[in-house]
């Protein structure tokens, strides 16, 4: 074998293995002809919360965490903030290329007329509480939705899936805009085709009397960036669920539904929520320090919206949500929460128990203040991240079942149960 490849002696037997190193990693599976004996099933990896783990080989999303890298399919997500809009850059996810005038024209067309939801679908919104968290209502309507399309389940039909992708990508604006008129008691409103994607949601959330809405451009085009910032970020949690549960073979409702469920927890999706109840339970500048004390304790106290698995450096998305921020604000007037915000920020960068960890404000420490001064209420935060999420999600979708190099996701474990024992009737137990 050539110089790419790891020798591994087992102690054990006094065996000597040669592995092949391709693309700076070695094959689990590789490791299973290292046994002791004819019984033995060979060495595994052990690695819980995949630290160490490449699941799949991917040509979507490009992080390098200790430089603060973030590319879609190559392009810098710096630039896609500045020069695109949500819809073209979904586009560039899913088909892997930035689109030509005449693909992203259908591409919005095809978008923007599947917008509407079955009306049967209103049923199953309004057996909700009023108080209904919208992000159980959101994933339940997504599953909800696939019923209404059982082709769907034709994964392998090119044509069959394109149809789902533009389903998938129109209907969550409505369902997210539908789900928070029925939180507030308000009529829904239905979609408005001349509006921009972002436009149309606005429309969707906050239309009242007037005959026709018109977002305000400055707040559209925010909402704009935040959809391409949160759109897709490789193998994190959710991403990782539509990929498992998709290795069924099920159809993409049902694995976006899972996606989705898994962005609700306040280590992903939810934490920006978390923020701002941070930020809101800390009060004043001053109690900041004493705050620091606490989360610098272990005390199980962490300061939301910093840390990150992948970046040990500033989240490149956090740096642009700043910006954003301050743009919004100009129109809404500032979040109050913010001075706490930044002055949070500045102690933490200086502190040792953040720089040892290397942790940096990841992309939910800032997009909270912003979704509040732009009057949404904390319970949609997680929604406004899976709205974009859903191209990301089906990208990665897409891609897995193209890969011949996938099959159902089905993880080892390591037993440590009890031994084989007999069954004990139930009156001799104590
Ligand atoms: N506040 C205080 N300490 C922290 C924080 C934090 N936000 N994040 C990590 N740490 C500490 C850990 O306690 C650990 O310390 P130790 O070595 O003394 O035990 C060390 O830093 C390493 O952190 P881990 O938790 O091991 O890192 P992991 O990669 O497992 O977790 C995570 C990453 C979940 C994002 C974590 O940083 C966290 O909980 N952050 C707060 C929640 C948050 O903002 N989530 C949003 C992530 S971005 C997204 O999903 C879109």
Redesign the pocket.
């Known amino acids: 074998m050539g110089s790419n490849t790891l020798t591994i002696t087992d102690n054990r037997t006094g065996k000597k293995y040669e592995v092949p190193i391709k693309e700076g990693t070695i094959k689990a599976t590789d490791l299973r002809q290292i046994k002791t004996g004819e019984d033995d099933f060979g060495v595994m990896t052990y690695d819980p919360?995949f630290?160490n783990t490449a699941a799949c080989r991917s040509a979507i999303t490009y992080i390098d965490g200790d430089k603060g890298i973030l590319e879609y399919r190559g392009y810098p997500i710096e630039q896609l903030a500045e020069k695109s809009t949500y819809l073209e850059t979904a586009y560039l996810l899913v088909y892997g290329e930035l689109p030509t005038a005449t693909q992203l024209s259908e591409w919005q067309y095809n978008i923007t007329h599947h917008t509407f939801i079955n009306e049967n679908l209103k049923g199953v919104l309004d057996a909700f509480r009023y108080n209904a968290h919208p992000m159980g209502i959101l994933i339940a309507m997504i599953s909800a939705m696939g019923t209404f399309y059982p082709e769907a389940k034709n994964i392998f039909d090119a044509e069959i899936r394109q149809r789902q992708i533009y389903r998938l990508v129109a209907k969550m604006i409505t369902i997210a805009g539908f789900s928070y008129r029925h939180m507030m008691g308000m009529p829904k409103v239905y979609p408005d085709n001349d509006l921009s994607y972002p436009g149309n949601f606005l429309n969707m959330m906050f239309k009242t009397t007037e005959l026709k809405y018109q977002p305000n451009r400055a707040l559209e085009r925010a909402l704009e960036v935040l959809f391409i910032l949160?759109a897709d970020?490789e193998q994190?949690?959710s991403t990782s669920a539509m990929r498992v549960i998709g290795s069924s073979q099920v159809d993409p409702y049902s694995a976006v539904a899972g996606a989705a469920a898994a962005?609700y927890g306040?280590?992903?999706?939810?934490?920006?929520e978390?923020?701002i109840r941070m930020l809101t339970e800390i009060g004043s500048k001053q109690n900041i320090p004493a705050f620091i004390k606490k989360?610098?304790a272990?005390e199980g106290?962490?300061?939301?919206?910093?840390?990150?698995?992948?970046y040990k450096n500033y989240?490149p998305r956090a740096k642009i949500i700043k910006r954003v921020a301050y743009e919004v604000f100009e129109v809404n007037g500032t979040n109050p929460l913010l001075d706490i915000a930044l002055e949070l920020e500045r102690i933490a960068l200086e502190d040792d128990?953040?720089i040892k960890?290397?942790?940096y404000p990841?992309?939910?420490?800032y997009s909270g203040l912003i979704y509040q001064a732009m009057k949404f209420p904390m319970d949609m935060f997680p929604v406004l991240?899976a709205i974009p999420r859903v191209s990301g999600w089906l990208a990665q979708w897409q891609e897995m079942l193209e890969d011949p190099d996938q099959k159902i996701s089905r993880p080892r474990q390591i037993y440590v149960g009890a031994k084989r024992r007999d069954f004990v009737p139930i009156e001799r137990r104590k």
């Open positions: 919360a630290m949160h970020h994190n949690c962005l306040p280590l992903h999706g939810g934490a920006n978390q923020v989360v610098e272990g106290v962490k300061l939301m919206g910093f840390g990150h698995r992948v989240d128990y953040f960890r290397k942790l990841n992309v939910d420490f991240f």
